[in-house]
Every structure is written in C-alpha cells, then in structure tokens.
C-alpha cells in the first residue's frame, strides 16, 4: 500500500471518527482489527475483532457531544503508519472520573496505524 493511500484511509477513519460515525469508522477497518489506548503509559481500553471494536466505537461516540482528532503529523515506513494529533471534545455525559457534561477536553498525542489489505488492521492511540 503507497503512502498516499494509508494517508488518504487514516483521513477517512478520522472523518468518521469526527463525525461520530461508527458505520464510517467499520468501512476503514480490518475484520481483525486490534485497537489499544494507552493515556498516561496505561492501557485504559483494548479490543480485538471487528465486534468488539464496533461496540467500543459505539459506546464511545455516546459520550462526546462533538469531538475532533485533527492529524498534525504524518509518517509511513512498511505496514505502518505514525501520525501525531490533536484533540478536542465536549463531553455528552459525566463521567465516573468526575467530569462534566459539557465539559471540554484537549489534548495531543500519536496514533499508530497497522494496514493489511487495503485496511486498518491496528490502531493504538496514545496520550
């Protein structure tokens, strides 16, 4: 796969991810997808397999009133792909942490993006 076509599907996972569209988001990855998000060196969610990412992406998209992941950055070496972004949210619902609804969050961070066959095989985000 060319670096332009891993950009051009980590900008489509990325607009579907913005758009709190989880059918989007299905249509750019691999049916054994493997997604980690690590925050402060911890792993706070992981899932493996289409299903359990679908349900993850679903749940997730109910918190957030809006949220945007803009990519600042942009590497490709292989099957792998790293891009640093940025992120802001409004939070939908409180929290168990004690956040608010309404509430914003930002932050930067890195993703990491695996391809096989045309898709998104992994992603590990990291803030």
Not at 13 to 35: C, K, Q, R, S
Not at 55 to 79: C, H, N, P, W, Y
Not at 86 to 114: K, M, N, Q, W, Y
């Amino acid at each position: 796969m060319r670096d332009e076509a891993k950009r051009a599907l980590i900008e489509r996972y990325l607009a579907a991810y913005n758009a709190l569209d989880v059918e989007g988001m299905m249509e750019t990855v691999h049916p054994d997808i493997e997604f980690s998000n690590i925050a402060n060196g911890e792993v706070n969610a992981r899932t493996s397999g289409a299903v359990a990412f679908r349900a993850l992406a679903e749940q997730s998209s109910k918190v957030f009133a809006s949220r945007k992941l803009t990519m600042t950055g942009f590497e490709a070496a292989g099957d792998v792909a790293n891009i640093s972004v940025d992120f802001h949210g409004v939070l939908a619902a409180d929290l168990p942490d004690g956040r608010r609804r309404g509430e914003t969050i930002t932050l930067s961070g890195r993703s990491v993006f695996v391809f096989c066959d045309g898709k998104l095989s992994k992603i590990t985000d990291i803030s």
